[in-house]
């Protein structure tokens, strides 16, 4: 059975860093692309960044673009988010999820992690 | 960025109503249209990938259909446990993007 655990969360100041976890079991994590999904506080759903299944591609949303970085681990079956100059509105809760391959470099996503939260506040 | 809109926002209905909610993306996404349920407090759930494809152990009563721009997800005979919102996301561009969402409501 395919789990994803998100760690990592909490609160932090405009600013700060923090870097999230997912720790991955139930399927081969090496070969399936992933990404980071996240949703503000009664908003909806904001495709984060991805990561290829082999690391050679990564993409992020303009959102983030230059503060965020993801990475993966596939000899531990993890998958990082390095969340650098934090503001408010990155407040949210972050999930991981598995991406299943197909025709195009994301395709969809078929697990999904419980999420995490992620508070950023003075 | 592709920009997914989503009709209606909120939309109120009954235990065995047939509802529709439509998805239109801002260019041709082809088929690249998948569609996720979300309950309060839960991580979202994969119904239909590829436009129109059931994921495995989705209930029949959904179904989804569509091609480049405009794209419906229907309901037919809802069911107390539908109640909840609804995503469109598109995987045609690098950057996924995600519909607003149409939270469905117990009339």
């Known amino acids: 059975e395919v789990h994803l655990v998100e760690s990592g969360g909490g609160l932090v100041q405009p600013g700060e860093s923090l870097r999230l976890s997912c720790a991955a079991s139930?399927?081969?994590?090496?070969?399936?692309?992933m990404s980071w999904v996240r949703q503000a506080p009664g908003k909806g759903l904001e495709w984060v960044s991805g990561i290829s299944a082999f690391r050679l591609t990564t993409n992020y949303a303009d959102s983030v673009k230059g503060r965020f970085t993801i990475s993966r681990d596939n000899s531990n079956n993890t998958l990082h988010l390095q969340m650098n100059s934090l503001r408010d509105e990155d407040t949210a809760v972050y999930y991981c999820?598995?991406?299943?391959?197909?025709?195009?470099?994301?395709?969809?996503?078929?697990?999904w992690g419980q999420g995490i939260l992620v508070t950023v506040s003075s | 960025d592709i920009q997914m809109t989503q009709s209606p926002s909120s939309l109120s209905a009954s235990v065995g109503d047939r509802v529709t909610i439509t998805c239109r993306a801002s260019?041709?996404?082809?088929?690249?249209l998948n569609w996720y349920q979300q309950k309060p407090g839960k991580a979202p759930k994969l119904l239909i990938y590829?436009?129109?494809t059931l994921q495995s152990a989705v209930p029949s009563r959904f179904s989804g259909s569509g091609s480049g721009t405009d794209f419906t997800l229907t309901i037919n005979g809802l069911q107390p446990e539908d109640f909840a919102t609804y995503y469109c996301q598109q995987s045609y561009s690098t950057q996924i993007t995600f519909g607003q969402g149409t939270r469905l409501e117990i009339k």
């Open positions: 590829a436009a129109s």
């Open positions: 260019q041709s996404i082809k088929y690249y």
């Open positions: 139930g399927f081969t994590f090496s070969s399936f692309a």
């Open positions: 999820a598995k991406d299943v391959p197909g025709p195009t470099l994301w395709n969809y996503f078929d697990y």
